[in-house]
T-cell receptor, first 111, second 115 residues
Framework: GQQLNQSPQSMFIQEGEDVSMNCTSS?????WLWYKQDPGEGPVLLIA?????ELTSNGRLTAQFGITRKDSFLNISASIPSDVGIYFC???????????FGAGTRLFVKA | NAGVTQTPKFQVLKTGQSMTLQCAQD?????MSWYRQDPGMGLRLIHY???????DQGEVPNGYNVSRSTTEDFPLRLLSAAPSQTSVYFC??????????????FGEGSWLTVV
């Protein structure tokens, strides 16, 4: 079946550091999505990418849709304690209803 | 803005009991879906619907039923609860059409424990 590999699984960083996480797939996607999940809540959309090569920012967050359409990354600059949570990537590929989620990157930020 | 609303937030069931998780969205989205989230496994699709009257199985459909009688509602039924169904369940919706139609919006989750 389709697989979406997200890395790293977890990150322990100091407040103020930059963070980078990425997702790769064996399939070509036409949409990449990045979500954040706070404890006890549902995933909330951070950034949506719709075109290969697209680079989109949302405040301190930047994400890119890879040129090959098989990968995407999310960067967080100058991390703060409220960045703590689980970050999920998701890819949607053509051919009907099919969005696949990565296993998540758990981010810990030490003040 | 309500978005995607699911109830209950928490539920404890005994093995063999049945129950229904409710989900409603007020965004007039065509697509609705149910996911379960288990540690280290991300979000796995249980069932989905691309419109009223149309449902289909996802990755892990066994033990669950769904129906879509209206555009707004998409309940998930556990027929005979098993401990393996202890999980966090998320209802989600998306427009399904257009450039941004694949963007999925989630409810706040339902924590289910089967003992």
């Amino acid at each position: 079946g389709q697989q979406l590999n997200q890395s790293p699984q977890s990150m322990f960083i100091q407040e103020g550091e930059d963070v980078s996480m990425n997702c790769t797939s064996s399939s070509i996607f036409n949409t990449w999505l990045w979500y954040k999940q706070d404890p006890g809540e549902g995933p909330v959309l951070l950034i949506a990418l719709y075109k290969a090569g697209e680079l989109t920012s949302n405040g301190r967050l930047t994400a890119q849709f890879g040129i090959t359409r098989k990968d995407s990354f999310l960067n967080i600059s100058a991390s703060i304690p409220s960045d703590v949570g689980i970050y999920f990537c998701a890819g949607h590929y053509t051919g009907g209803f099919k969005t696949i989620f990565g296993a998540g990157t758990r981010l810990f930020v030490k003040a | 803005n309500a978005g995607v609303t699911q109830t209950p937030k928490f539920q404890v069931l005994k093995t063999g009991q049945s129950m229904t998780l409710q989900c409603a969205q007020d965004m007039n989205h065509e697509y609705m879906s149910w996911y379960r989230q288990d540690p280290g496994m991300g979000l796995r699709l249980i069932h989905y619907s691309v419109g009223a009257g149309i449902t289909d199985q996802g990755e892990v459909p066994n033990g669950y039923n769904v129906s879509r009688s209206t555009t707004e509602d998409f309940p998930l039924r556990l027929l005979s609860a098993a401990p393996s169904q202890t999980s966090v369940y998320f209802c989600a919706s998306s427009r399904g059409q257009g450039a941004q139609g694949n963007t999925i919006y989630f409810g706040e989750g339902s924590w289910l424990t089967v003992v």
